[in-house]
């Protein structure tokens, strides 16, 4: 069976952390109905933390950390509200046994849905600890003022009590359900502020602890026989050179073949030799024909919005601008596999697991193995990289179960090459669009089909009076069943504002319009003009229709609740076809900003990894069979490609906390089709803009130009 | 086969017996419980795994266990001196030079060896010796400003 629920109730939480004083929140479901709209949890708290008599604070939060900052950022809404400073919070994440219920930590929803919940329970907190405080000091409660994990008399600071000495002895335990009253911008001591990672140090020793890291007695390294494509069947195994390996223990359980052995070395050398025989599904498509093939297996559309007459529009139109855009399957990669390590104890199972969804991990590895979810464990120690691709893996399952079967902890840790077979890749997808121009630079017609991407990033935000926008299948489902695609940083958003953007940078060099005007005269929305012009400022844009032999140009969107506008310069080697991009500068406005640095950080790292979608990875395969199998044909972003990039924030505390970990990377492939465009004239329509798709399309300009 | 691998670690002297062509990596992390020096490809391509072998950045993936008779090994644990965390490390901290951290170690690592053969390089000279270390999360402008600065001197370092 299993069960959505959080893995602990509340007074069984209160015994397992010991006294002091607790405080659970619960706002209602909406905001976690928000991450997920088809379970409801009546009963579920969104946060915890608790205050023990040393004064020091724990977080428990099921939101992991995997380089996104979270861990600090989460530490420092934490302590504006409670009034403590940074120093004196602990943070747990990702433990099912002793954090609230999460779904999952992805979609940029940490600061966005859980931020609210985390803030609520640490107010809260600073109610019960003000109210306590004024009884012991012997005042009304307005008359006491609250800093640093100090309760004091307003008039009176000498008369004071540390939050350490009220926890003491105590055993409170508070339920929030209601609004909480949160501190305002102008309150904030740590939310604004950028302090150091609270992780930094732990990671530059090497002391920072990842799944793989974790060393229990008498543990086994276990490697697993992998197919050599996608829904290959195993006709047989031969195990016998392995077995005669010291040392090594063989499991061959229907289609599991493993071996295991305390040294992780030896258990590949043993599997390196197993003899295996299979079944391989005949290939029916590969890399270089795939968008055919997507098409031709499409399913139904799905009409996201209409507005106007688009047939209408379309038949006004003096020019019909008609573009596809394609983009191929991508790969996570982040530099961590997938790695867990299971103990089995007792009737308990515990997994330490790499892993952007801890409860997803418990629910999967209790359904597959039959245990009630009660008796797994999860816990997620640092993530090395996830961007999507570290949901409730399979890695976790399989650790279980091995343990399960030796009666010893077991770790599976993905080779890379294993990592790159069972990645669940960003989809390929097709996009098409019509649209048109009036006269005055104003767009007239939107008609856009999208296929595979979803329709993350189609929200229209220029004013267009006709329109229609229309999805076939989506990174979640409904893609032909070559091998399992997924969520991947910003999922679908990097395709759609690429194709988009791209369309509107056309239409503007066809009006003679500056790209920059041109977007600006049709979009009233303030944010997104607001994001354009600062960005603009800190470029030194200079206005001019495309091409203007600059090499320069713009884009911009929404992802995740925050505007962003990119401006990219770039040189092209019209001889190689090679891009060399000299500065970018990413502009945001994500509401009301936590930690600017970490903010900063997001964004250049959304660049830099944004650089390797468009212009270097493109997953090889022959039907089933993944040829990527290391970074050596898989080419992500390296230290000489990495250009100039700046960032600005742009103030805006009318607006609560907005994503930040992927609004960054939306816009790259948009922005650098653009300035290859505005350096040579020639388009790209497909990413990654290789060498040698940027040589053909010079080609076909040069044809054009001249026929 | 088995023999015996003698070579200093982090400054002490160290006996291995194992197969003597077993790779470097697996020593450390399992044999030696040293997990600070990370997997990221095993084929030599990421630089997950860098460590100094006399002084050199060597992938120790693709380092058998025999080369290193003799020789004097540092790993990311072996950094620090005396409780002080070394001055790359700290530019690290400072600069936000690192999101996941799993790249990390062997960024530091693969800087100091660079900062010892060149301690004032150029920012051209940095991407270079950088080039082949790979970092998923995109830290790459913040680990060159925190070497250069650490090259010239900021942070205590020479
Ligand atoms: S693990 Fe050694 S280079 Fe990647
Ligand atoms: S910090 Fe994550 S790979 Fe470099």
Redesign the interface.
């Known amino acids: 069976m299993t069960t959505n629920k959080s893995g602990l109730d509340r007074r069984s939480f209160c015994r397992l952390v010991g006294g002091g004083i607790v405080v659970f929140v619960s706002v209602g479901p909406s905001a976690l109905l928000s991450q997920e709209r088809r379970r409801t949890y009546p009963e579920d708290l969104n946060a915890y933390l608790r205050i023990d008599e040393n004064g020091l604070v724990t977080i428990f939060s099921g939101k992991i950390e995997m380089g996104q900052g979270v861990m600090t950022s989460q530490a420092q809404m934490a302590a504006d509200e409670l009034g403590v400073g940074l120093d004196s919070i602990r943070m747990v994440l990702g433990d099912t046994d002793v954090c609230p219920w999460d779904a999952g930590t992805w979609g940029s929803l940490t600061t966005r849905v859980f931020g609210p919940a985390l803030r609520a329970a640490a107010a809260e907190a600073r109610t019960v600890l003000t109210q306590l405080g004024a009884k012991q000091l012997g005042v009304a409660k307005d008359q006491v003022v609250v800093a640093n994990g100090v309760v004091s008399v307003a008039d009176d600071p000498s008369r004071k009590v540390t939050y350490g000495e009220l926890a003491k002895g105590k055993q409170v335990s508070r339920l929030v359900d209601e609004k909480a009253v949160l501190r305002s911008v102008k309150e904030f001591k740590v939310m604004g502020l950028s302090p150091k990672r609270i992780d930094g140090l732990d990671k530059v020793t090497g002391h920072a602890k990842y799944a793989g890291d974790i060393r229990l007695p008498g543990m086994l390294y276990a490697r697993i026989l992998r197919p050599p494509a996608m829904g290959a069947k195993l006709k047989s195994a031969d195990t016998s050179a392995a077995k005669s390996l010291p040392g090594v223990t063989v499991v061959e359980q229907g289609d599991l073949v493993a071996v295991l052995h305390a040294q992780p070395d030896a258990a590949a050398e043993g599997i390196g030799r197993v003899k295996a025989e299979w079944d391989v599904p005949k290939p029916e498509v590969d890399d270089t024909s795939i968008s055919g093939y997507l098409l031709r297996k499409a399913p139904q559309p799905r009409v996201r919005s209409t507005k106007g007459d688009v047939a209408a529009a379309r038949a006004a139109a003096g020019r019909v601008f008609e573009s596809t855009y394609e983009t191929p399957y991508h790969a996570h990669a982040p530099m961590e596999p997938h790695t867990a390590i299971a103990e089995f104890k007792d009737g308990k199972m515990t997994i330490w697991s790499s892993t952007q969804s801890p409860f997803g991990t418990r629910d999967v590895v209790a359904k597959e193995l039959a245990l009630d979810p009660k008796n797994v464990r999860v816990i997620t120690p640092y993530v090395g990289g996830g961007f999507g691709g570290k949901g409730s893996g399979r890695q976790s399952a399989e650790a279980a179960r091995l343990a399960q079967i030796t009666g010893k902890p077991v770790q599976v840790a993905f080779t890379r090459p294993e990592e790159f077979f069972y990645d669940t890749f960003d989809p390929a997808s097709i996009i098409k669009i019509a649209s048109a121009v009036d006269k005055d630079g104003k767009i007239t017609l939107w008609d856009y089909d999208t296929y595979y991407a979803g329709d993350r990033g189609t929200e229209i935000f220029y004013e267009i009076p006709n329109s229609a926008i229309r999805t076939y299948g989506s990174w979640g489902g409904g893609t032909p069943p070559l091998f399992p695609v997924g969520p991947w940083r910003a999922p679908g958003a990097n395709m759609n504002i690429f194709a988009g953007e791209s369309q509107v940078d056309i239409m503007a060099a066809a009006a003679g319009v500056d790209p920059l005007e041109f977007r600006l005269r049709n979009t009233p929305d303030p944010r997104m003009r607001s994001v354009l012009q600062a960005a603009a400022k800190q470029f030194g844009w200079k206005a001019a229709p495309g091409p203007s032999g600059q090499g320069r140009a713009v884009a911009c969107g929404v992802d995740a609740g925050t505007y962003v506008a990119l401006m990219a310069s770039v040189k092209v080697d019209k001889a190689s076809g090679k891009v060399t991009v000299d500065r970018v500068v990413c502009a945001q406005d994500m509401g009301i900003v936590v930690n600017p640095d970490g903010a900063r950080m997001q964004m250049e790292g959304c660049v830099t990894m944004g650089l390797g979608y468009v212009f270097s990875e493109e997953l090889k395969f022959k039907g089933a069979e993944i040829l990527d199998h290391n970074f050596g044909t898989y080419r992500i972003p390296h230290f000489s490609q990495v250009p100039r990039i700046e960032t600005v924030l742009v103030k805006n505390d009318e607006v609560l906390p907005q994503g930040g970990g992927e609004p960054g990377i939306v816009c790259m492939g948009a922005v650098m089709a653009n300035a290859v465009f505005d350096a040579t004239g020639a388009r790209l329509f497909r990413l990654p803009m290789t060498p040698e798709r940027v040589l053909a399309a010079l080609k076909k300009g040069e044809k054009a130009a001249s026929s | 086969m088995k023999t015996t691998v003698k070579f200093r670690l982090n400054g002490r002297p160290t006996t291995i017996e194992t197969d003597d062509d077993?790779?470097l990596l697996?020593v450390l992390?399992?044999?030696l419980?040293?997990?600070?020096?990370?997997?990221?490809?095993?084929?030599g391509?990421?630089g997950?795994c860098t460590v100094l072998v006399d002084g050199k950045a060597v992938r120790s993936c693709q380092t058998p266990l025999r080369s290193l008779d003799g020789k004097e090994v540092v790993?990311?644990?072996g950094?620090?001196r005396d409780g002080q965390?070394h001055p790359l490390?700290?530019a690290?901290?400072?600069h936000?030079a690192?999101?996941?951290?799993?790249?990390?170690?062997g960024m530091?690592m693969n800087a100091t060896a660079l900062l010892q053969q060149q301690p004032h390089p150029t920012r051209e000279a940095i991407?270079?010796g950088?080039?082949?270390?790979?970092?998923?999360?995109?830290?790459?402008?913040?680990?060159?400003a925190a070497i250069e600065d650490v090259s010239r001197g900021k942070g205590g370092a020479a």
């Open positions: 077993r790779r697996w992390r399992t044999d419980d040293l997990t600070g020096t990370k997997y990221g490809c095993g084929s391509f990421c997950a790993t990311i644990e950094l620090s965390i490390q700290q690290f901290v400072d936000g690192l999101q996941c951290g799993y790249c990390t170690p530091i991407v270079q950088m080039e082949r270390n790979l970092c998923r999360c995109g830290a790459h402008q913040r680990i060159i």
